[in-house]
């Protein structure tokens, strides 16, 4: 069986339904197919939907052949700009899984020399209520591992940093005063503990996105679908992408609502916190280099000034600080669109799944930019860090053990102590 045919230049296989939703949603944003992992996850849906339609009876084997073919096609990568439709539109995600339809129906058609029409054949059995869910869910574990990885990378740089500076040491500070002194290697494992668990975090609250509600066709009753129709697709979805698919064990609940990608959104805006927080405590540590705090330089990777010679800015953890701000507005966006379902279904899938989208490739940059341009040539040879270090309480917090916290104060303060006001 060949494909050539069906690569041509020009030739459009997406039909009336896919140019309405173009039309109506006239968006500069990310398109469907933009999202390459959601175009491969969406073509298994319906690769897996069609295999378990054959073996009720409701597809023949011309038919089969032909879709799984088409399928296959598509989720190898040909065929991207035959998904035009913005990524977020309204309708619940409709558009998109009509322009799926649309285009496995044309290329199947062409493959199997008879007509294979993209709802009475592609659609057999389905709504777009759970295959839109049940294609977001697979892209969205597809994707969180990303980030993930970049987070888990940038805590391994920060163990680098406390085994290059382990005994190095540096004037610990509380509400921004003095405190007592700690090593480099003290700061830089408690860097790589704190993203070691943001990152588990956002792996951990991926995982209830295996169970999809395919099978509930429209509102969970699974009207229009063989008795064990869901089960077998998401059997068939766990062999097609190596993962521990099931049908959602309550329907009902998975279409109607959507907090577990809240959960991901939360654990998203977790984990760029803790990062921004780190980076703008490295802003702080590398200030200066004369009137600031000066424990610490990080590279120069740009200049710093248009008027200001040899002026070198923290471009890299303002770069991670920024990034962090707006991973904490999409995943506000989330939170709204969660809340916004209405009654058996919630429509704003769409913009969730744009949303988590821009929050994993933020997360991810911030987190890459961040270990190689900035962690990886840090060191600890501020041109006050010594002078600084003199500043600690180490001393004075052993004097209030052995001799009583007052007499240290009183002896601290040059004889005249600190009396309550």
């Known amino acids: 069986m060949t494909t050539d045919v069906h690569t041509t230049t020009g030739e459009q296989f997406y039909g009336p339904q896919t140019e309405l939703g173009v039309r109506n949603f006239p968006l500069r944003g990310r398109t469907f197919g933009d999202l390459a992992p959601f175009v491969r996850n969406y073509a298994w849906v319906k690769l897996a939907a069609a295999r378990v339609n054959h073996t009720h009876g409701v597809l023949d084997q011309v038919r089969l052949d032909a879709i799984v073919a088409a399928c296959l096609e598509i989720a190898d990568g040909a065929h991207a700009e035959q998904f035009p439709t913005p990524l977020v539109h309204g309708g619940g995600g409709t558009t998109a899984n009509m322009n799926v339809n649309e285009v496995v129906a044309a290329l199947a058609s062409g493959i199997a020399g008879v007509s294979v029409h993209p709802n009475d054949h592609v659609n057999a059995s389905q709504s777009t209520n759970d295959t839109y869910p049940t294609a977001m869910a697979l892209t969205l574990l597809e994707l969180v591992e990303v980030p993930v990885a970049a987070l ?3 805590a391994a740089a920060f163990d680098r940093k406390a085994e290059e500076f382990a005994d190095v040491p540096h004037l610990g500070r509380t509400c921004l005063q003095d405190a007592v002194s700690l090593t480099a290697g003290d700061s830089h494992r408690g860097h790589a503990a704190a993203l070691r ?8 609250a991926a995982q209830a996105l295996h169970e999809v509600p395919i099978g509930g066709t429209a509102v969970g009753t699974g009207i229009g679908a063989p008795d064990g129709f869901g089960d077998q697709v998401a059997a068939q979805l766990a ?14 609940d998975a279409m109607s609502h959507m907090d577990p990608y809240a959960a991901i959104a939360g654990a998203g805006s977790r984990a760029a916190i803790t990062m921004a927080k780190i980076a703008a405590d490295i802003r702080l ?3 200066g280099p004369t009137g600031g705090f000066g424990d610490l330089t990080i590279p120069a990777v740009q200049a710093g000034s248009s008027i200001m010679p040899a002026k070198v800015n923290p471009v890299i953890p303002e770069f991670v600080m920024q ?23 919630n429509v704003m ?6 949303a988590l989208t821009s929050v994993f490739d933020d997360l991810t940059a911030a987190a890459d930019t961040f270990a190689r341009r900035c962690v990886a040539g840090l060191a600890w040879n501020g041109a006050h860090r010594e002078r600084n270090l003199g500043g600690a309480l180490d001393h004075w917090v052993e004097l209030a053990v052995s001799e009583g916290y007052e007499s240290a104060t009183t002896r601290l303060r040059g004889g005249k102590g600190v009396k309550p006001a």
């Not at 062999?239 to 009902?252: K, M, Q, Y």
């Not at 990034?323 to 279904?345: I, N, P, S, Y």
């Open 152 to 154: 888990r990378e940038l």
């Open 197 to 204: 668990r943001v990152a588990d975090g956002l792996h951990e």
């Open 239 to 252: 062999a097609l992408t190596g993962r521990p698919v099931a049908a959602a064990s309550n329907r009902f």
């Open 285 to 287: 540590l590398s200030s």
């Open 323 to 345: 990034l962090g701000h707006r991973v904490r507005g999409q995943a506000l966006t989330v939170d709204c669109a969660v809340a916004d379902g209405e009654l058996e279904l």
């Open 349 to 354: 899938e769409p913009v969730v799944l744009d």
